[in-house]
């Protein structure tokens, strides 16, 4: 599907240092298609106003321009209504947003909140914060040897009755996709209020909130599905977004501000405090309609045929870790591996010498690396615009990392 | 192509014999340099006294570590260079190196040949912008280490 595809993307034409691109850091940032720089270009050359404030026709149209995309966010998580999209300024922004104001109000002492070893410090760190503050307790669910959320220890903290339970759809690091939908049932019986992380879910999968069974908020950010850096969105169930304090505080959110006292905008606009990243929302739109374009099933089905041929090669290198699962079910191109003796940072830096782009780190997965017992890990990850023959690049400079690396014999 | 065609056998040497690996029981100081972008560790021991005109040396230096290999062989290099060394020497070398790592366009190749200084070969991880960090961390790490072991 992607010769056409490819074309779409000017980025993915460069030459650097004499090598044709090959970018696999995708589950960092996507590249951006030309329609979505555009959008974003025509927007300040021929709409650039304020929303939301002037009468004159020109903040008329960027405020349309600006609120269409929201029913586009709608439509694209089959919300019910657009006072249930708040734009943000990613999936950290959306999730402290929700940790701050539903947890502020909500979580006691003595009270669970939960997370999984799996989370990304933005789906970690402001609920372990939470819990310190408010003197609750903080349970991290953990994984089975196939990095996997185990069972076991999901009926664990169940028991517990959580408040809260933060879960991300789709892991940064093994690639392993949750069953969200079958947790928030059963969360759901036991009181709890559930936040999906839908960060890396979105760039792969068809996200439908109904889908997801009972959770009330999720978070993605636009950069990590062809959109702009600098926007996200939360969505959040109507009556719970209702109840919720502002998150900031200031222009756009107020309805009337007295001497002493002020009264709230009503949703979204309660939680969209200031001047918003107006043509990064308008990129967005573009993004979405770019994905839509080129149909989510289409996508869903080239990336599965990309994992399988990956996982199938990747496991017959000797000496090559795989990080995640090697069956390709519920798991998307996210590829983290470890060669014994060799570190991350080495591996990362080879690769590049051999054109490719990876990430080597840990990934904002500090609780997870622990558990791996690795500082680091090399982690390459797909787009639907990467192609096979990109794939069998990866594949064969891993093959032979083994021969670059082996030492002297003393 | 291996490692050795690209970063060299001095590098790779290092990397695969550490130098002056250990803790030392007694030292004055022990630093501990963490990266936490990457994940690379240094432990240096410091032992410091005063050499027979009464100004202060580090007498012995060890250290330990987990990381890259631009890392810990920066680390081993660097320990070869400063055992012995006054106070005034050693910051003078950590300057050095900051400043060829960090400061002019200077190129140098990689891998470097041998001019008979092991630290010559580190010059050249300027090829790779992003691992400077690695070679730094030892060096930042001692700085760290004198500084305080000095506010003592």
């Known amino acids: 599907m992607n010769s056409l595809i490819r074309k779409d993307f000017p980025i993915l034409a460069r030459v650097i240092e004499g090598k044709a691109l090959c970018y696999l850091d995708n589950a960092a940032t996507s590249q951006k298609p030309k329609k979505v720089v555009d959008a974003i270009s025509r927007f300040y050359l021929e709409t650039n106003a304020n929303v939301h404030r002037g009468v004159y026709h020109l903040s008329q149209e960027a405020t349309d321009a600006f609120e269409s995309v929201r029913g586009k966010v709608r439509r694209f998580l089959g919300a019910r209504s657009e006072r249930e999209v708040i734009f943000t300024r990613g999936t950290t922004d959306s999730i402290n947003l929700v940790a701050s104001s539903f947890g502020g109000m909500s979580i006691q002492e003595g009270d669970v909140v939960a997370v999984t070893r799996m989370e990304h410090h933005a789906n970690f760190v402001p609920w372990q914060q939470l819990a310190k503050q408010k003197k ?5 669910i953990e994984l089975t040897d196939d990095w996997r959320l185990d069972p076991k220890d999901v009926d664990r903290v169940l028991g517990m009755k959580p408040k809260i339970l933060a879960v991300t759809l789709l892991s940064n690091v093994t690639g392993v996709t949750n069953p969200v939908a079958s947790l928030a049932t059963r969360f759901k019986m036991a009181g709890t209020t559930i936040l999906v992380d839908a960060a890396q879910g979105i760039a792969h999968s068809e996200v439908k909130i109904d889908d997801l069974g009972p959770i009330d908020f999720l978070a993605f950010s636009a950069h990590k599905m062809c959109g702009p850096t600098g926007v996200g969105v939360l969505w959040g169930r ?18 009337h501000v007295g001497d002493l006292d002020s009264e709230w905008n009503e949703l979204p606009h309660k939680f969209e405090a200031g ?17 839509e374009t080129h149909g ?6 080239y990336e599965q045929s990309i994992t399988d041929h990956v996982l199938e090669k990747l496991v017959q290198i000797p000496g090559l870790r795989l990080l995640g699962p090697t069956d390709p079910h519920h798991r998307a ?24 782009s990876v990430r080597a780190g840990h990934h904002c997965a500090h609780p997870l690396m622990f558990k791996l017992g690795l500082p680091a890990t090399c982690r390459a990850s797909f787009s639907f615009y990467n192609t096979f023959e990109e794939a069998d690049m990866l594949v064969k400079a891993l093959a032979q990392a083994p021969s670059f690396f082996a030492r002297r014999r003393n | 192509m291996n490692y050795r065609d ?30 936490p972008l990457c994940g690379d560790k ?4 410091l032992l410091l006294d005063r050499d027979s005109s009464g100004s202060e040396r580090l007498a012995r230096c060890t250290y330990e570590g987990e990381g890259c290999s631009i890392c810990m062989a920066s680390a081993s290099i660097m320990s070869e260079m400063i055992q012995g060394k006054s106070i005034q020497e050693l910051q003078g070398l950590i300057e050095a190196f900051r400043e060829k790592m960090q400061g002019s366009d200077e190129v140098f190749l990689l891998p470097a040949e041998d001019s008979g200084e092991d630290i010559t070969a580190l010059y050249g991880v300027k090829r790779f912008p992003v691992r400077i960090k690695c070679a730094l961390l030892p060096w930042t790490t001692l700085k760290k280490g004198l500084e305080a072991a000095h506010a003592k």
């Not at chain 1, 989510?296 to 089905?301: F, M, N, Q």
């Not at chain 1, 060669?339 to 490719?356: K, P, Q, R, S």
């Open chain 1, 238 to 255: 109507e009556a719970l977004l209702e109840k919720m304090p502002p998150y900031q505080l200031g222009g756009n959110m107020i309805a």
């Open chain 2, 42 to 45: 240094v432990s240096i021991c």
């Open chain 1, 136 to 140: 609750a307790r903080f349970e991290i």
């Open chain 2, 6 to 35: 690209v970063f060299g056998e001095i590098l790779a040497d290092h990397h695969e014999s550490p130098r002056n690996w250990g803790v030392l029981p007694d030292c004055t100081r022990v630093e501990q340099g963490y990266n």
């Open chain 1, 296 to 301: 989510r099933t289409r996508i869903e089905e």
């Open chain 1, 333 to 356: 191109p996210i590829f983290s591996v470890a060669i014994d003796g060799v570190h991350a940072h080495d591996l990362a830096t080879y690769l590049d010498m051999e054109g490719i």
């Open chain 1, 275 to 291: 001047t918003p990243d107006i043509a990064s929302v308008i990129g967005l739109g573009a993004a979405i309609d770019y994905i």
